[in-house]
Each structure stands twice: as structure tokens, then as C-alpha cells.
């Protein structure tokens, strides 16, 4: 299976040549004494020696500041794009050269006059060395192809077949302009299959490579692309752009997406990992999302395409975007700030309660001493959920938590209870925090009345009661001094 696949190979680079990778070539090149600078080749083989065609090879030339590399053995790049033409027009210089070969080869070149050889022979030249992309560098008397100067060695003014020779090069020239306005750099030629050549000898000319047969109907190209951030949670889009060499149309229905998660950071294919999301793609226009998934972490995600065509070769083959990631955890979500308000005091009218709290945050997110806010509330209910549960009697700024805040409890607080509420506030991230409130101090009573003694009076005596008194305390001392003298 492996020759037959090898073989198979081989054939399809000798009959389509321009769909093979860019590599050298040589042969010999083999002038055929037309009026433009042109040779056929019959042996151009690549360093491994397979041929580059079966058929004959002409090539003309596309430089115009360069020699022509007649009757000797060359080597080429081939597949050299924009490459071969100094004038700076890239792609659209590209599908230039596509276009005029298409649409006058045979006219011009392979069965026209002289002149008319000549003509096309000075529009590659245009297309080579002047050309930059715009219609406005089109011009027949001007840059480096300029054949209305006159100055042509082989068909003067004085030459008999100068008229010819003026008619067909501004035919080509006009063709040119009008065209190129609106001819998309994805022009390929439909009537011969034209590659490109970049002598690899940089005195000798790059040359526009003509096999007179119709390229092969080829399959669609994509090109997909994935954006987005890989953590599990989030979202990442596929998109992709569609190409295909014939013009052949997508068929949006047709066209196939897999997203592809895989620990390997390469993959060929959306078989070498695991497949979590399938379906079609709607169209290059359109875009398709996928969540990554717990399942994902630590892989890596893929998005492919398999690109298919309304008409002509199709689907084609599928392409990969390069590895994105590995996934990751999302981080934490930023929360807002809390706090556990405290109060203490006696609650008596007339003294002062003091309110504190501390202060956190998840996030490390430091806290804002001006944007926390205090409320002292007090309320009948002894239980309340904020401070719109009762009136609030003191509010401002905390000044953070390294701080207290007193309010002295007034009459009209009395059989009240009393709380301190808390809205915290960040300096950063999510803020601010919810209100919270302490628990019920309280209820407020009234002050304490202070005591007063009142003495009480000590019975005084009349005069008779003391005359009396004497006269027992002197009767007393008499029978004490009598029972001594016994």
C-alpha cells in the first residue's frame, strides 16, 4: 500500500506540477527563436530526478533587468510566487501573470505574429519589473517595460511590422488596466497549468513556467484559526478562512469543525486527541464557540476544519490550528469585602457606647478607611437584619478598622436597642461588601438617681428628767463609796 500510495504520488506531481510543494528543478532550456525571450524544456527533473512533467515546459521570461538564460542547463525554484517579480505586487502580480497566460498564450504566443509575441512579451515584463499591485503602475511609457519609447531592438519605428507591433502591445496594455482594477489575487489560470520560476542564478531572468494542459480540479484549502482565554469556564472561537484554486464555492453545510483537546502541544490531526465539540461550520463567514470544561484542564485545544466545495474536488483536507494553551483553572472570583461590627458601652442614657469591627477580604483586596460606613441604629425590635430595620441615630466614615466610634445614647433611645452596622469598603476588586449589623445591645434604661441620707434626731432631755438623773447618778456614787468603808 505504502509504493502504491508513493506511486500514486509521483503521477499526480508529473501530471499537476503546480500543486506540488516549492522545490529546485533543473534542466536544459532550449531556445525557440520566438520574438518574445522564451525556452522549452523536455527534461527539467528535481534533485531526486523525478521529472517536473511529462509534457514540454516553455518558459518566458518576466525580468526585464536580467539576461535570458537561453540554450544552457538552469536551475529554478519553482512555485516562487512573488518572489519572481521584482516590482513589488505579490499576489496580485501572481494572478497578473495567470490572467494574461490565460487569456492570450495561444492568441498571442503559441499561434500569433511576431509582434504580437513581442507584445506579450513586454506585458510580462510589466508584470515582472512594474507592476505593484495598482492599475495606475500599468504603463506602456513608463518604469523598466516601456514599449512605446520607441526604443525596441526588434521592432524600431522603422521597422516594417512596427504598427503591428504598436497595435498589440496597447491592446495588451489596455486589456491590463481595465482588468487588473477588479482581478482578485486568487486568480489562477483554467486553460494551462503556470507556475512561477525563480532562477536560482540571480544575472539570469525568473521566468513564467507554461504546460499547455488544464491544471487538475483540486480540493478546497482552509486555514483555521482559535482565539479566547483557555480556562475552564470560558469560551474559545474557531474561525477559519476558505481557499480553493479552481474558484469552486464552500458549501457551508459541508464544511466540518472539531475542537480537539489533547495533552500533546502538536497534533496532525483532530485523531491524535480527544474530540469535544463537532459539527458544521455554517461557512467561513460564520464563527464557532466552544466552553472549555473541567475535563479540559491541562490540555491543550485545537480547532479544525475540514473545508468543503459546492462543485469540483472536494472535501479537502483537514487542517489544525497550532496547540493553545494548556487550559487552566479559572482564578477565584473577586468578592466583595466583610466585616463583624462589635459594640460595647453601657446602655443608659446618657452613656456611650463604642462601635468596632475587623475587616477581610478574600482577595487580599486592601480595605477603604474613607468608604466603609458606619450606622448606629436603634429599634424597638431586638432583632434586625440591617439598618433599615430601625432609626438610624449616627453615619459616616469608619476610618477604617483600626479604629472606634462612640455615640452617646440619648433620652430618646431610652427602651431602644442598640446596634452598630458596617458596610465595608476595597480600595480594589468587588466592593462594597453588605451591611451587617451586631446583635442587640440593650434595651437602653434610664440613668441612675443618685441617694440622699436624711440624720436622725437624738431625743433630747427636759430639765427635771436631767435634775433627776443627777440625783441618781449622786445616790449611785454614795452606796459605792459606803461599801468600801465596810
Known amino acids: 500500500m505504502r509504493k502504491l500510495l508513493s506511486a500514486l504520488g509521483v503521477a499526480f506531481a508529473i501530471a499537476a506540477p503546480s ?17 518574445a525571450y522564451a525556452v522549452e524544456s523536455t527534461n527539467l527533473q528535481h534533485p531526486d530526478s523525478t521529472p517536473y512533467s511529462d509534457l514540454p515546459v516553455t518558459l518566458i521570461c518576466v525580468d526585464h533587468s536580467t539576461q535570458a538564460p537561453f540554450d544552457q542547463t538552469t536551475t529554478f525554484l519553482t512555485e516562487a510566487g512573488g518572489t519572481a517579480l521584482k516590482g513589488g505586487s505579490g499576489n496580485a502580480g501572481v494572478a497578473a501573470v495567470h490572467w494574461l497566460l490565460d487569456n492570450y498564450y495561444l492568441t498571442y504566443f503559441k499561434n500569433g505574429t511576431g509582434p504580437q509575441q513581442r507584445a506579450i512579451q513586454y506585458a510580462l515584463w510589466e508584470i515582472g519589473n512594474d507592476y505593484n499591485g495598482t492599475v495606475g503602475s500599468i504603463n506602456d511609457n513608463a518604469g523598466a517595460s516601456r514599449p512605446a519609447s520607441g526604443n525596441d531592438v526588434v521592432y524600431p519605428p522603422t521597422h516594417a511590422d512596427y504598427p503591428a507591433f504598436v497595435t498589440a502591445y496597447q491592446t495588451l496594455y489596455q486589456a491590463m488596466t481595465t482588468a487588473f482594477a477588479t482581478l482578485p489575487s486568487t486568480y489562477r489560470a483554467t486553460t494551462l497549468t503556470v507556475d512561477l520560476f525563480n532562477n536560482q542564478d540571480p544575472a539570469k531572468q525568473s521566468m513564467a513556467a507554461i504546460i499547455e494542459r488544464a491544471p487538475p480540479n483540486v480540493v478546497p484549502t482552509a486555514v483555521p484559526t482559535i482565539t479566547g482565554t483557555t480556562q475552564v469556564g470560558s469560551t474559545v472561537t474557531g474561525t477559519y478562512t476558505y481557499a480553493d484554486s479552481n474558484s469552486d464555492i464552500e458549501n457551508p453545510s459541508g464544511t466540518l469543525y472539531r475542537f480537539v483537546t489533547s495533552t500533546n502541544s502538536t497534533i496532525t490531526g483532530s485523531g491524535d486527541g480527544t474530540v469535544v465539540a463537532t459539527g458544521s461550520t455554517g461557512g467561513a463567514a460564520s464563527s464557532v464557540n466552544y466552553t472549555l470544561q473541567a475535563a479540559d484542564l491541562n490540555r491543550y485545544v485545537y480547532y479544525c476544519v475540514t473545508p468543503a466545495a459546492q462543485t469540483g474536488a472536494s472535501p479537502g483536507l483537514e487542517a489544525c490550528t497550532l496547540a493553545s494553551g494548556p487550559v487552566t483553572n479559572a482564578p477565584p472570583p473577586n468578592v466583595v469585602p466583610t466585616a463583624v461590627p462589635t459594640i460595647t458601652g453601657t446602655t443608659q442614657v446618657g452613656s456611650t457606647v463604642t462601635g468596632t469591627y475587623t475587616y477581610a477580604d478574600s482577595n487580599s483586596d486592601i480595605e477603604n478607611p474613607s468608604g466603609t460606613i458606619y450606622h448606629f441604629v436603634t429599634s424597638t425590635s431586638s432583632t434586625i437584619t440591617g439598618s433599615g430595620g430601625g432609626t438610624v441615630v449616627a453615619t459616616g466614615s469608619t476610618g477604617g ?60 432631755l427636759g430639765q427635771w428628767a436631767l435634775m433627776a438623773l443627777m440625783s441618781l447618778l449622786a445616790l449611785f456614787g454614795m452606796s459605792r463609796v459606803r461599801q468600801r468603808n465596810i
Open 19 to 35: 500543486l506540488s510543494m516549492a522545490a529546485t528543478v533543473t534542466g536544459y532550456m532550449r531556445y525557440t527563436f520566438t520574438q
Open 401 to 460: 478598622a483600626a479604629g472606634s466610634v462612640p455615640y452617646t445614647l440619648q433620652p430618646a433611645d431610652l427602651n431602644k436597642y442598640v446596634y452598630y452596622c458596617v458596610t465595608p469598603a476595597a480600595q480594589t476588586g468587588a466592593s462594597p461588601g453588605l451591611e451587617v449589623c451586631t446583635l442587640a445591645s440593650g434595651p437602653v434604661t434610664s440613668a441612675a438617681v443618685p441617694q440622699t441620707l436624711t440624720p436622725t434626731p437624738v431625743p433630747s
